[in-house]
């Protein structure tokens, strides 16, 4: 059973920051490329950053300079880093697992995790 759990959201004031983790179980987590998504609410699940299975990052332009994606394989871990929190950085973060292999895509999602930005 393929289980990510997400942690480590909360609520900080802006220019503050949190770390997220994402705990991978059940799946061969060094094969699967990694992401962050967030969504703010009425708006759209939005892509904030990713690392490939090669440890290659890329991020949303919103979030460049601000956010640090890294990865822990020994541990089934994914981390993201942010610093200078805006309020509109204000979402509930999801972690996902993609994978390909041949025909097939794997997909998982967590449940996320609230992050709220506020004075």
């Known amino acids: 059973q393929v289980q990510l759990v997400e942690s480590g959201g909360g609520l900080v004031q802006p220019g503050g920051s949190l770390r997220l983790s994402c705990a991978a179980s059940?799946?061969?987590?060094?094969?699967?490329?990694m992401g962050w998504y967030r969504q703010a609410p009425g708006k759209q699940r939005e892509l904030v950053a990713v690392?490939?299975?090669?440890?290659?990052?890329d991020y949303a332009d919103s979030v460049k300079g601000r956010f640090t994606i890294s990865r822990d394989n020994a541990k089934n871990t994914m981390y993201l880093q942010m610093n200078s929190l805006k309020a509109e950085d204000t979402a509930v973060y999801y972690c996902n697992a993609n994978a390909r292999q041949l025909f097939t895509t794997y997909d998982h999602w967590g449940q996320g995790t609230q992050v709220t930005v506020s004075t």
């Open positions: 059940g799946i061969t987590f060094r094969l699967y490329a």
């Open positions: 690392i490939t299975s090669g440890g290659s990052t």
